[in-house]
């Protein structure tokens, strides 16, 4: 194998894939793309020197494996070929813009080198365009580059959660009792107990007066807390003598006890008729059971009796015999 470098001329450059590449005994030329033509039709032609392959120049055998071997002694790559079989690290080589070396035979203008440039200058107007289609004819900006936009979104206090309505309270029904009969005050109290809502009895009202009846009806289920109205009996038109009748019969009851004929008969001495006094002392609204124990009391409080004194002593009062046990009980004969 020859130590020398071979001649200048065309060979399969290694490094450039086993393209042909100019070898100048040097280094590789490599062609320079020219700038873009103005027209296909004018596109130059790169022209390299060239030189005629000596005789006695070695066979070169292409690898397909990308490895030259022969008489230039390199190896896998693109290494340029020194003498002696050895390699050397990849060697970057100058582009020569243009070589024109003075040729001994003038050769036409390749047609291989006029298609080779009519590509590259299409290559290259195709990349252009993609480029300004893609960056919108100006500069590409990296988008990592970017720097998000400062947040303008304004922070909104969230309203706290509405709080459940409390469940209303379960309904009760209750029964209207019976108070028909009973007088306007007494019903009033009843209706109270029993957890309804009585009406207020106005000044012109007899709290003395009976109940008819009530509205609802007696016995009737409603809620807890309903108005009753009661329907009381008319107040009978009294004569003024049986005005003062009962005026005087209630003054004496709140004085001391008294038995009902006992009353009347006092009445009588103050001078109302027996019919006036008797009228009085009806519509007094007195309790003769409480009067009874009344008396039995401020008997016992002046002097002291036995069971049958007192008792005797109650009937010559006019105190009728229930009246009579009922006010002795009282004061615990």
């Not at 007899?206 to 329907?231: F, H, Q």
Request: aromatic share 8%.
């Amino acid at each position: 194998m020859s130590d020398q470098n071979p001649a200048p001329g065309w060979y399969p450059a290694p490094h450039a894939n086993n393209e042909l590449r100019y070898w100048d005994g040097v280094q590789w030329l490599e062609p320079q793309a020219p700038p873009a033509p103005v027209a296909a039709a004018e596109a130059e032609t790169i022209a390299f020197p060239t030189a005629p392959l000596p005789a006695d120049a070695p066979t070169v055998a292409l690898p397909s494996a990308g490895h030259v071997t022969g008489a230039y002694g390199a190896t896998g790559g693109p290494g340029v070929p020194t003498p002696g079989g050895g390699s050397s690290a990849p060697t970057e080589f100058p582009v020569p813009t243009r070589v024109s070396e003075p040729t001994p035979e003038k050769k036409p203008k390749s047609k291989k080198g006029w298609i080779i440039g009519g590509s590259v200058a299409a290559a290259v107007i195709l990349i252009s365009s993609v480029a300004s289609a893609m960056g919108g004819g100006g500069n590409k900006t990296d988008v990592a580059d970017e720097k998000p936009a400062a947040s303008t979104a304004t922070t909104v206090d969230e309203e706290p959660a509405e709080e459940p309505e409390p469940e209303p309270d379960p309904v009760v029904m209750v029964a209207v009792p019976d108070v028909t009969g009973q007088t306007a005050t007494e019903a009033l109290a009843t209706l109270m107990a029993a957890g309804l809502n009585p009406p207020v009895l106005t000044a012109l009202a007899d709290p003395l007066a009976k109940v008819l009846s009530t509205s609802p009806a007696a016995n009737t289920e409603v809620e807890e807390g309903t108005e009753i109205a009661l329907t009381l009996e008319e107040k009978p038109a009294y004569t003024l003598a049986q005005q003062n009748a009962i005026s005087s019969a209630q003054d004496y009851l709140e004085y001391s006890g008294f038995s009902r004929t006992g009353l009347i008969g006092q009445l009588e001495y103050e001078g109302f008729s027996t019919e006036e006094a008797t009228f009085g002392v009806d519509n007094a609204g007195a309790d003769w059971n409480a009067e009874a124990a009344e008396t039995a009391q401020q008997y016992l409080d002046y002097s002291s009796f036995s069971r049958q004194g007192l008792y005797d002593q109650m009937a010559y009062e006019g105190f009728l015999p229930a009246e009579i046990e009922f006010g002795l009980a009282a004061v615990g004969y």
